[in-house]
Structures are given as structure tokens and as C-alpha cells.
């Protein structure tokens, strides 16, 4: 296995509404800090992979329109992947991982506001039993967390413990788009209240990858990705226990989480209800520093907020304030598909 | 700087999907009110029912009848429902446990209000007068107050007339906003002005622009006005009548290379027989009453363009 980096992450403001900026308009800005940061010019770039949704933007292949803002001509190594851009950087990993690449651009973006996101989401669902039924995004993260509630893994007041603690984090996330003390709400679906759903919103990130020497030169401390792993559970809700992640814990196993422990998390668990399941399949304790980016409770921009996951824990690795950090992203209702990476920082205890 | 565009945007699609012997048996017995599942090796019953186990992988065929009543495994209250889901009153989403079944199946709860409904209550199928095969034969569940029988039994699967494909519906709405650079090109076409935005690294004028270069990978700034003339630098001649479209075939689609440009845009070309459009031959718009962007473009009349003229920009 190669040595492979996260050298450099930028990510946009989230903002509830960018009606003035097009999708490669929102994402040029994030691009052109991660190529600055590493001082690489574009056509340096051995591989470059995006994430993001046709369903967002209501457009096919709208993801062609963003690759405008990477310089894709003359032609570049290039991919696409119809998820989070978490699953984008997976792919190029395993691109540097086959030596084919040294150098990855990873960038992912949506921009929710054009559509109703509660219902653009339930076109990814199962379109026989399921779709047909239009469940929106809030009401499946309901059922599960009705299931938390009866099995006695948490209560109303401890989700809105959590909500609070993020948008308290996010208050020093100058890219949140939600800080501060934010009230529990009317329930959207109950039990869930306003406090306990992410906002809607418009963003993108971007992350470079390197590979050993190459990661050296470009980042005084690289934020090493010593194991990586995703895995997905059945696609029908009725068939998983919904008060565990399975597939989060065995990702987790394989990336090699459990080993030693972790100091950060960066989890990705749009709804409250999600971080208590997640806490319980990657045995997180309060030795642990959850979402102090804030997470995506405090900023999700949909198909950006996993590798901002990522980009989050690798940054704190950067600056010194980590040493080995956990980041998950997730695709799917209902915590349906997750993501784990393990990040270190060299030289930790010098 | 034009204040920012926007328009509504519908994205509609009739998805028609061909099913399954499980699928195909399971929304066939929804229509005949008759709710089947699956057995797995391990002695599970599915409902609903998958064609491969989702441990295993193996293949699953064997059907099984069960009850058209359950018991909710967990819920939500929907206080608020979207136009398309099952009620449109409130009501609570249900996973739902049937008897002689080991998994839930996702639908609508008829209740009146969130304190009617609690985990490990006792409901039933509320069928739809109307039903199709499909999920939403079921027209919801409601309170049921008998006990649970684990009903189930060895189902053939075989049905007149069986449901082979369905048809989902979708829609969804969106309000589209094309962005700064688009919006300036279409702020200036409904004042039939055509405007490109230069590169400020490699100076190429992009037409329509979209806001950046994608040679140099930076944003285009710098509005520069272009055409009306132009050239062709290629074309092709169109012998299908698209649908909806009142243009009469055969006629020419081209590459108009328009003056001060480094892109070429494509529009259709008229005024001329389809056979005597050639490369070189030098166009302008034509607008026509209200039109937000150019109808076609015809011959100016000027001789043709030398071919080094255009040739990068073919």
C-alpha cells in the first residue's frame, strides 16, 4: 500500500441560498485555494474526481458543467461519481493506490436550494415498495430515531443536547451555515423538531491527495490516510436494525479504527438521531472530540458534506490539533451506506 | 449587473420498470388484497419481499402468505404531509411487522393525532378501492385491535392476469437560476445583444459563457460584445422532424463561429436552399418578434471566410 495524504481543504460559506452563483461558480473559489495551498497548478493534477447529483440541480450530467472550473481541456484523468464526494475521494485513493496517480483534486458541491430537498432525496429510494410512498428525508430519519427512543438509547432532551453542542462548536466554524444557540423547534416529523435536521443549503469542498514524498513537499503535515473503508447494509429499512450501523462499525474495523483510539471525530450524521447511533457503532466516549467543526448539523450541503467530513478532520491533523482523527461519511437513509477513514499526523507525540 | 434570473424548472418522468417473479408476485397479490413474502433458507419470511436475501445473497423464491394485519415496530408523526404521500391529512409513518412476517414493511398510518400511535400497536391493511399493483394498493394502515396470529402460509404465487410492470410517476420542481455569467447572456439576448466573457489568463472570448474557462480552470470576467456576424465552421443537414418542432426537414444545423468569438455556438440556418450552406459562409442573426434568443441565422451576402479564418475554431 502507497502512503496517502489529504494536503490541503477548502470549503465554501454554506449559505441557505446562492441564487446569484451557477454550481462551477460556487465551487471555482475552493478550487483555486487547495491548488494555492499546494502551490500545484492544475495541469499538475494527476487524477481529478467529483461528486455531486443530477437530482439536486434537476439537470442530466450537470456535473459536466462544473468541470469547467478545473480546466478539463486538453483532457485530463477524470472521474465522476454520482454521491458524496467522500466516495469521490475513495476512488481516488484507490487511483493513487494502483500508481497511476501521485496527485488527486477531489471536490464535491450541491446546491439544494433550486429543488425541495425533503422530496428530491426520495427518488434515490427503492422505487418499487418505497418511492411510490414519497417518504421525505426527515421522515425516515424519524423512524429512526422513534426506534432509538423505544430501545432507550436516548431521549428528546438528549438529541437536542446534541444539536446544541454542534451549533455551540460551529460558533468558530467562520464556513457554518447555522451557530450558535439555536432553538429545539416545532417537530417537522416528530420526534424530530427543527434543532434536531441540518440546514438546507449550497456548497462545496475540495481536497488534494498525495502520495508519500509528494504529500511531504506539499503540506508540512500531512494528514496520512492510514486506513479507509465503506460499506453498505440492505437497502430495505424494514429488513435493518435501525438502532445500530452494522456497516459503520465494520468499515471501521477494516480502516482500522479500533486499533488505538481516536482524539477527533468528524461523523456525519445530518440528523441528532444519527450521531447517537454512530457514537455506539465507532465506541466513541467523551475522551473523544465529536463534530467540533460543528458537523453537518451545522452546515450540509448535500453530496459536499461527507468530504467535508474528511476535509474537517484532515485540516485539524494540519494544524497540529490531532493527532489521529476519525472521519464517516454517509449516503442513504438512515445511515444506509458509510464511509470511515482513519487520518494521522506524523510525528505526533515529538 | 442584471438582477438575478430565475425560472421554474420541472423535472417529470414516468419511470416504467418490467418486475420480477417476486415483485411481479407481490404487487399482483395487492391487487387481489393478498400480501405475500418470501422464506429465506434460514426460515425468515420478507415482507416485503427481495428476490435475493440480503445476507446471503441467494437466490429467494419460495412465497409465503401472510396476515394483512401487524404490529408497528417504530413510527413517526407527520404533521405536515407532501403532496404525494399516502394521506393527506396527518398521519404517522409506520414500519410495520405482518404477522407470520420477520421484517417491516414502510407505509402510511391512519391515526388522529401522535398520542393514538406507540411502537408494538396492533394495525391493519386499509386497501384502496382502486388497485393497480402497486405499493399504494395498500391505501394505509389503521388501528386494529385483534392479537397477532404469525398467520402465514405456502403461497404458488400464481395469479390471473399478473402485474408484470409498473409505472412510478415523479415529478419534481425547481426554481433554476442560471448564475452570474449566464444571466448577463441572457440579460443581453432579450435586448438581442449577443455577449461572450474573456479569459483573463488565455484571452479566449467563451459564447454563451458559463462563468469559467475550462482550459485554464479560472473565472471569466471580462464581458466583451460579439458577432452579430459570424461564420460556419461546420454544419449538418437534419432529415427528422423532432417532435413538437415546426421546422421543415431537411434543414441545416451549424457551428456559427460569431466575430470576436473563440467558441463556436450552434443554431439552425435559413434563408438559403439546405444543399448551399458550406463552411465559410458568413450568417447573422435573425430575431423575431419577442423572441428571447436569435430564431436562425441567413446569409449576410459577403464573400466567404478564407478557411484560416476559422479553422482553430472548428
Not at chain 2, 441572457?186 to 475550462?214: F, M, N, T, W
Not at chain 2, 418542432?245 to 463561429?257: F, N, S
Request: glycine content about 8%; charged content about 20%.
Amino acid at each position: 500500500m502507497r502512503d496517502v495524504a489529504i494536503v490541503a481543504f477548502a470549503q465554501t460559506d454554506h449559505l441557505r441560498q446562492t441564487d446569484e452563483l451557477s454550481e462551477v461558480e460556487i465551487l471555482m473559489p475552493v478550487l483555486h485555494q487547495v491548488l494555492d495551498a499546494t502551490g500545484l497548478r492544475a495541469s499538475d493534477i494527476g487524477f481529478t474526481c467529483s461528486g455531486s447529483s443530477d437530482y439536486l440541480a434537476g439537470r442530466a450530467f450537470s456535473f459536466t458543467m462544473a468541470l469547467d472550473g478545473v480546466g478539463a481541456n486538453p483532457p485530463i484523468s477524470e472521474s465522476h461519481v454520482e454521491m458524496d464526494g467522500a466516495w469521490a475521494l475513495y476512488e481516488a485513493w484507490v487511483k493513487i493506490q494502483t500508481g497511476q496517480a501521485d496527485t488527486a483534486l477531489v471536490y464535491s458541491y450541491g446546491k439544494s436550494s433550486p429543488g425541495e430537498v425533503r422530496d428530491v432525496l426520495t427518488r434515490q429510494l427503492d422505487p418499487y415498495y418505497v418511492g411510490p410512498l414519497w417518504p421525505d428525508s426527515v421522515a425516515l430519519a424519524a423512524l429512526q430515531a422513534q426506534a432509538l427512543i423505544d430501545a432507550g438509547d436516548t431521549d428528546e432532551t438528549a438529541l437536542a443536547a446534541i444539536a446544541h453542542r454542534s451549533r455551540v462548536a460551529a460558533a468558530d466554524n467562520p464556513h457554518a451555515q447555522l451557530k450558535g444557540a439555536v432553538p429545539a423547534g416545532d417537530y417537522v416529523v416528530r420526534p424530530l423538531r427543527t434543532g434536531d435536521c441540518p440546514p438546507v443549503g449550497d456548497g462545496a469542498a475540495a481536497v488534494i491527495l498525495a502520495a508519500g514524498d509528494t504529500a511531504r513537499a506539499l503540506c508540512p503535515r500531512p494528514a496520512w490516510i492510514r486506513g479507509i473503508d465503506h460499506r453498505i447494509e440492505a437497502h430495505s429499512l424494514g429488513v435493518r436494525e435501525l438502532t445500530d450501523s452494522p456497516s459503520t462499525r465494520l468499515a471501521a474495523t477494516r480502516a482500522g479504527a479500533f486499533e488505538r483510539p481516536v482524539d477527533t471525530a468528524e461523523l456525519h450524521a445530518p440528523f441528532t438521531s444519527q450521531e447517537v447511533v454512530l457514537r455506539k457503532a465507532l465506541r466513541l466516549d467523551d475522551s473523544v472530540d465529536v463534530n467540533p467543526s460543528g458537523g453537518a448539523l451545522a452546515a450540509n450541503p448535500v453530496m459536499a458534506a461527507g468530504l467535508i467530513r474528511l476535509g474537517e478532520a484532515a485540516a485539524r491533523i494540519h494544524r497540529g490539533e490531532s493527532d489521529r482523527a476519525l472521519a464517516h461519511a454517509t449516503s442513504g437513509p438512515c445511515l444506509q451506506q458509510n464511509m470511515v477513514a482513519v487520518l494521522e499526523g506524523e510525528s505526533a507525540h515529538a | 449587473m442584471p438582477e438575478t434570473l430565475s425560472a421554474p424548472l420541472v423535472v417529470e418522468f414516468p419511470f416504467t420498470r418490467s418486475l420480477g417473479p417476486v415483485q411481479s408476485a407481490f404487487l399482483t397479490g395487492l391487487r387481489e388484497r393478498t400480501v405475500l413474502g418470501v422464506s429465506t433458507a434460514g426460515g425468515k419470511v420478507l415482507v416485503p419481499p427481495v428476490e435475493y436475501d440480503p445476507v446471503t445473497a441467494e437466490e429467494l423464491r419460495e412465497l409465503t402468505e401472510v396476515a394483512a394485519t401487524g404490529t408497528v415496530t417504530t413510527w413517526a408523526w407527520n404533521p405536515a404531509p407532501r403532496p404525494a404521500q399516502p394521506l393527506a391529512t396527518p398521519f404517522a409513518w409506520v414500519l410495520v411487522r405482518l404477522d407470520g412476517a420477520d421484517t417491516a414493511l414502510l407505509h402510511a398510518l391512519d391515526a388522529p393525532g401522535p398520542d393514538a400511535v406507540h411502537s408494538g400497536m396492533r394495525v391493519r391493511i386499509r386497501w384502496a378501492a382502486e388497485r393497480t399493483g402497486a405499493i399504494t394498493d395498500i391505501a394505509c394502515f389503521e388501528p386494529y385491535d385483534g392479537g397477532d396470529t404469525g398467520q402465514s402460509a405456502p403461497h404458488d404465487g400464481e395469479f390471473t392476469d399478473p402485474v408484470t410492470g409498473i409505472v412510478t410517476p415523479a415529478r419534481l420542481d425547481y426554481r433554476y437560476t442560471p448564475g452570474r455569467a449566464q444571466s448577463a447572456y441572457l440579460d443581453a439576448l432579450s435586448r438581442q445583444h449577443i455577449v461572450g466573457e474573456r479569459c483573463p489568463s488565455c484571452h479566449k472570448v467563451y459564447v454563451p459563457p458559463r462563468g469559467a474557462c475550462p482550459t485554464c480552470g479560472v473565472a471569466t470576467t471580462e464581458q466583451v460584445e460579439v458577432g452579430p456576424r459570424g461564420t460556419v465552421t461546420t454544419f449538418c443537414i437534419v432529415n427528422i422532424k423532432a417532435k413538437n418542432l415546426d421546422i421543415e426537414v431537411p434543414y441545416v444545423y451549424a457551428h456559427i463561429a460569431l466575430d470576436g468569438a473563440d467558441l463556436a455556438l450552434h443554431a439552425r440556418i435559413g434563408g438559403i436552399p439546405y444543399d448551399q450552406v458550406r463552411m465559410g459562409l458568413r450568417v447573422e442573426p435573425v430575431w423575431t418578434e419577442g423572441g428571447r434568443h436569435p430564431d436562425h441565422y441567413r446569409p449576410t451576402g459577403e464573400p466567404d471566410a478564407d478557411y484560416d479564418a476559422y479553422k482553430e475554431l472548428l
